[in-house]
């Protein structure tokens, strides 16, 4: 998939420019790359917010720049920390019969059987690294876990083949599992540190009722 996005080149000195644009909406950039010379631009900065929004940082972004259609990915993407602004985008240039490698998201889709059953399922991968060219690379990869069962995983090797792209990551390397409930073992090792506690409390109480008879009866000798 591709989404166009009208980009102007700037000027980088002197440095109240950045902050004029800034104050216009406009959101700082380079692109560079494939037959392009790294070249400053600007563009409207709620445009590429809503690009990413909708369709992830692996989209293909056609920039025109002077009616010039220049294909990009988002090589890095610099957001600010505390408000949803952009503070500078790299944009490299592809080629479009070439294939690029980059990182997507893993998302996990259904309920496991073993959730059902009480287990907890973890993911411990997140994103995975897919070779493809630039218009066919995924904006992320679904796994449905629906019949992982209490002890099941699932490893890169697992995920679901396609014909657009392929998957870098190594195969061997787990991305989620359902285990028991550490609550629910947790509660299990309290309820059995309990009973072992009671267990020696009762038997504190039967070794001192027999040394308490043993005096009685030693008195009544007496």
Do not use: W
Not at 88 to 103: G, L, N, Q
Not at 182 to 206: G, V
């Amino acid at each position: 998939m591709s989404v166009t996005l009208k980009v102007e080149e700037r000027e980088v000195r002197p440095r109240s420019l950045r902050k004029q644009l800034r104050h216009e909406g406009k959101a700082l950039g380079v692109v560079y790359g494939y037959k392009v010379e790294s070249t400053p631009i600007s563009f409207d900065e709620k445009e590429l917010v809503k690009v990413v929004r909708d369709h992830g940082e692996n989209v293909l972004v056609a920039l025109q720049i002077g009616g010039k259609k220049v294909n990009t990915l988002i090589n890095k993407l610099d957001m600010d920390i505390f408000t949803p602004t952009i503070k500078h985008v790299e944009f490299i240039a592809v080629k479009m019969d070439e294939e690029t490698e980059v990182e997507t998201d893993i998302v996990l889709v259904g309920e496991s059987a073993g959730a059902k059953l009480g287990g907890f399922l973890s993911q411990t991968l997140f994103k995975v690294t897919v070779a493809a060219t630039p218009d066919k690379l995924p904006e992320r990869i679904e796994v449905d876990v629906t019949d992982l069962a209490i002890g099941d995983s699932i490893t890169v090797a697992d995920l679901p083949e396609e014909k657009d792209f392929r998957v870098v990551t190594e195969g061997d390397i787990q991305v989620a599992a359902v285990v028991e409930s550490t609550l629910e073992a947790d509660l299990e090792e309290i309820e059995e540190a309990e009973a072992q506690a009671a267990e020696a409390d009762t038997a504190d109480d039967s070794e001192k009722t027999s040394e308490e008879q043993a005096e009685e009866n030693k008195e009544d000798k007496e």
